[in-house]
């Protein structure tokens, strides 16, 4: 499994709205949806094509911690450097270990340590361009 029930992500939809949310069941890039509660403790089922990205947030203190020191804290990112360019223009740059054409999307792993994100489950529908960088 690839998350604790306990992790905080921010849904970003199609649409351009968001909604902060803690899993409530594990997520893999095999999945259709996103199972969550919204902070007002609203159950949610979020069809994968109806989202942009799922932002996996980190550890408030590690945040800290990295935006003190200037650097990502712990290990390099897996896999290569990357470029990911959404429908809507915005591009974020990270680290993506694998992409398979079965799976609803992949994980990029962001190297800036101003990032407020651990991980991005970046959907392979909401994406115009990825680039391999380096």
């Known amino acids: 499994m690839e998350e604790s029930s306990s ?7 199609r649409d351009g709205h968001l909604t902060r949310a803690v899993l409530t069941r594990d997520f893999t890039p095999l999945d259709f949806a996103v199972e969550a509660e919204s902070e007002d403790g609203e159950k949610l089922q979020v069809n994968i094509s109806d989202l942009k990205a799922v932002f996996f947030l980190k550890d408030p203190g590690r945040r800290e911690a990295e935006l003190q020191i200037g650097a990502v804290i712990g290990d390099p990112p897996p896999g ?14 990270g680290h993506v270990k694998e ?11 962001p190297t800036s340590p101003e990032s407020n994100n651990q991980k ?15």
Do not use: K, Q
Request: glycine share 6%; aromatic share 18%; proline share 2%.
């Open 120 to 134: 991005i489950f970046v959907v392979a529908r909401s994406i115009n361009t990825l680039s391999l960088e380096g």
């Open 7 to 13: 992790v905080e992500v921010v849904l970003r939809f």
């Open 80 to 93: 290569a450097p990357s470029r990911v360019e959404f429908f809507d223009g915005e591009i974020i740059h």
């Open 99 to 109: 992409y398979r054409m079965e799976n609803s999307g992949f994980f990029l792993y």
